[in-house]
């Protein structure tokens, strides 16, 4: 399989060395035609000749001409032609002024330099970029005999991502589907052509462009395109039984490429697309880049996207903890493929097991650390309250006193809403967990600090994926209550600003993000419902089993009597509210709260919640069924 490059790229340099001898003789010619000048200056195009054949395949080589597929040449090889050529024609300058210094020859014409300089780049980047065109005009003919069989995309969008999907499906005729047509909202774009297709009307043309065109499907090309958008293509396509399908968003998109490989069918999470803040690449950078990291709960939803987004940055190394030993596998051979010369380091633990902690941060000496580990699940806490301390309080606990035991510069821990005057378990011992975190700073001055958001969109066992199951099941769908509303956000736009958040932490904060408004759940379903194909109500049911023990029809990110200010984010605020418990005050309590927890005192614990968090409600009853989860 790569004896075809090699013999290729043999050629080029034999046609290379044949150019040469032309460019050399050909630029005596044009600028002394063939008259006497030329045959009096001939030792010195002889001398320049034989510098030229020595230097310039050296440089073509030296600079990667030869090692390069140029049938998907780009102005990226353009620019590294460019530089060759000009590096090469420098050294030959450089020996052919030094030779007739010395007196080798009588003299030469200084601008044959300049003439066999055009004629190079010329001839070097020609017989390359030929290659792409043959290949162009290959994949042209096979695509025509395929034409009226392609199934005919429109594309939405023709920025830089609609241009690479066109070309990719271009070359590509296998994937059979032409591109026929952009649709933008930007009036200078308007009747002009990317690769040969037109820019044939904005947004608001689709529902005409898909009849005119018999479209057979449609692309969204916009990584950056708000949910208000996707969800109007998305609706019209729908209304005229078109297939849809979408470039991930930004987020989804750091650290990876925009290829025809990464376009997927429209789910949830692009209906609720915000418009991406501005990324200050430059704090983030700073705080991760040559740094030891170690994430807690590596193999959750939320832990392994801290481990895509941190690993981009180039940590020193990575250590990935988490107790469920294929999950930590799962992420581990993810990473490894995309980030291939980067440092992971796989670790089996317990946060709650403080000798192993110790042992674990003994030997890595992590210099930043994100806690995601916790139990999250709001209905299970309910009817296992003891592990809920037992990982939630004590796990956090034990991890922030080996953080400050081993001198670790940096902690983040992954909070939620519902440690807002929490009437649930799940949300009381986040709540509690936060105070640990906020004391240990006020303690030892670092910045440790809490980075709280509302529930995010396709997390394992959240909502997302109840809903699906029940609809691949025929339904019905159940919804606690038609007003029950959410906070939610995607999971890369989560994990993207906690890293900014990180960066901002200064002396013990807790930071909350920006979610946007509520979503009613109902609203959810309606949509996952049309996603699929159906329609709410006729195809499938939904149905309302009532307000559980431990909901709340709302959530809150912040107490009523907090205050928040902005921070260099839009997307983020600081809160500024001093927790109720701190120093000897706290340490005695968490010690009542897992001594209880231990001896299984669960109603004790649950009073003594209720005492320690403002405003808490925490309730005792179990939830009767698990038919949906907030």
Known sequence: MRAKPQIRNRYILFTDIFLVIISVLGSYALRLELGAAYFFYLPSAYWMLGAALLIKPLMYYAFGLYRRMWIYASMQEMRQIITAVTTASVLVSTVMISSFTLGAFYGFPRSVLVIDWLLSILFAGGIRFAFRLLAENRNYSQVQPLASKAKKALIIGAGDAGALVVRELQKNPQLNVIPIGFLDDNPAKQKQQIYGVPVVGTLTDLAQMLDKYQVGEVVIAIPTAPGRVVRLVADVCRLKSVPFRTMPGIYELLGGKVSVSRLREVDITDLLRREPARIQEDRIGKELSGRSILVTGAGGSIGRELCRQIARWGPSELILVGH???????????????????????????????????????????????????????????????????????????????????????????????????????????????????????????????????????????????????????????????????????????????????????????FVLNMGQQIRILDLAEDLIRLSGLEPGKDIEIVFTGIRSGEKLSEDLWDQDSSFRPTSHPEIFRLECPEALSGDTLDKSLDELIHLAEEGESQAVLNLLDELIPGAKVRTMPFPEMTSID
Not at 398 to 403: F, I, K, P, R, S
Not at 455 to 461: D, E, I, P, T
């Open 324 to 510: 469920g030993e294929n999950s930590i596998f799962e992420a581990l051979i993810e990473l490894q493929e995309s980030f291939p010369s980067l440092p992971f380091r796989p670790v089996i633990a317990d946060v709650r097991d403080l000798p192993r902690m110790q042992a674990v941060f003994s030997r890595y000496r992590p210099q930043v650390v994100f806690h995601a580990a916790a139990h999250k699940h709001v209905p299970l806490m309910e009817v296992n309250i003891e592990e809920a301390v037992s990982n939630n309080i004590l796990g956090t606990r034990n991890l922030v006193e080996t953080a400050l035991a081993w001198d670790v510069e940096r902690l983040v821990m992954i909070s939620t809403d519902k440690a807002i005057r929490p009437v649930n378990v799940m949300g009381a011992t986040k709540r509690i967990a936060e105070m640990i975190v906020l004391n240990a700073a006020g303690r030892s001055g670092r910045p440790y600090c809490v980075v709280r958001f509302g529930n995010v969109l396709g997390s394992r066992g959240s909502v997302v994926p109840l809903f699906k199951r029940q609809i691949a099941r025929g339904g019905p769908v159940t919804v606690t209550h038609p007003d029950m509303k959410r906070y939610f956000m995607t999971i890369p736009e989560a994990v993207h600003l906690v890293l900014q958040a990180a960066s901002m932490g200064e002396d013990g904060e807790t």
